[in-house]
T-cell receptor, first 113, second 117 residues
Framework: GQQLNQSPQSMFIQEGEDVSMNCTSSSIFNTWLWYKQDPGEGPVLLIALYKAGELTSNGRLTAQFGITRKDSFLNISASIPSDVGIYFCAGLFSGGSNYKLTFGKGTLLTVNP | NAGVTQTPKFRILKIGQSMTLQCTQDMNHNYMYWYRQDPGMGLKLIYYSVGAGITDKGEVPNGYNVSRSTTEDFPLRLELAAPSQTSVYFC????????????????FGPGTRLTVL
């Protein structure tokens, strides 16, 4: 099956620092997604990317869809304590009526005030 | 709207017991999904449904069954619980994926934490 490699596994940063995480795949996806999961909650969609090369921002978050369609990165600028959580990338391969997400293993972000 | 609701929030089962995880959405979404999340891992798709009466296997369907008799409900059934099924289970729903590269956001419930001893 399709595999997603997400790195780093965890990050410990100081409030105010910028953060970068990325995902690479052995397969091509035609949509890349970034989710955040707070403790005890389900994942919430942060950014969706639909085209190779696309760069999209959502507040302090910026994500890009790699040109090869096999990678994506997420940047968080000027981190704040509420950025703490697990960030997941997910790739979507859509064909016919099937829309199956493949998730990375997540990046655990800790922000020290 | 309540969104996607799941019950129970927590459950402990003995090996061999059965149970049903409930999932309900009030957004009139056609598509519904069940995922499991193991520690340090991403979410893996168990089953999904593209509409009432239609279900299909995901990546890890063994040991589970689903049904979709209404648009709103998508219960997940464990018939003979095994320790390997200890996990956090998430239900999600979405509108049908659009043509081309469009994507309709999957909304997730809060999860059910299941332990099998």
């Amino acid at each position: 099956g399709q595999q997603l490699n997400q790195s780093p596994q965890s990050m410990f940063i100081q409030e105010g620092e910028d953060v970068s995480m990325n995902c690479t795949s052995s397969s091509i996806f035609n949509t890349w997604l970034w989710y955040k999961q707070d403790p005890g909650e389900g994942p919430v969609l942060l950014i969706a990317l639909y085209k190779a090369g696309e760069l999209t921002s959502n507040g302090r978050l910026t994500a890009q869809f790699g040109i090869t369609r096999k990678d994506s990165f997420l940047n968080i600028s000027a981190s704040i304590p509420s950025d703490v959580g697990i960030y997941f990338c997910a790739g979507l391969f859509s064909g016919g009526s099937n829309y199956k997400l493949t998730f990375g293993k997540g990046t655990l972000l800790t922000v020290n005030p | 709207n309540a969104g996607v609701t799941q019950t129970p929030k927590f459950r402990i089962l003995k090996i061999g017991q059965s149970m049903t995880l409930q999932c309900t959405q009030d957004m009139n979404h056609n598509y519904m999904y069940w995922y499991r999340q193991d520690p340090g891992m991403g979410l893996k798709l168990i089953y999904y449904s593209v509409g009432a009466g239609i279900t299909d296997k995901g990546e890890v369907p063994n040991g589970y069954n689903v049904s979709r008799s209404t648009t709103e409900d998508f219960p997940l059934r464990l018939e003979l619980a095994a320790p390997s099924q200890t996990s956090v289970y998430f239900c999600a729903s979405s509108y049908p994926g659009g043509a081309g590269n469009s994507y309709n956001e999957q909304f997730f419930g809060p999860g059910t934490r299941l332990t099998v001893l």
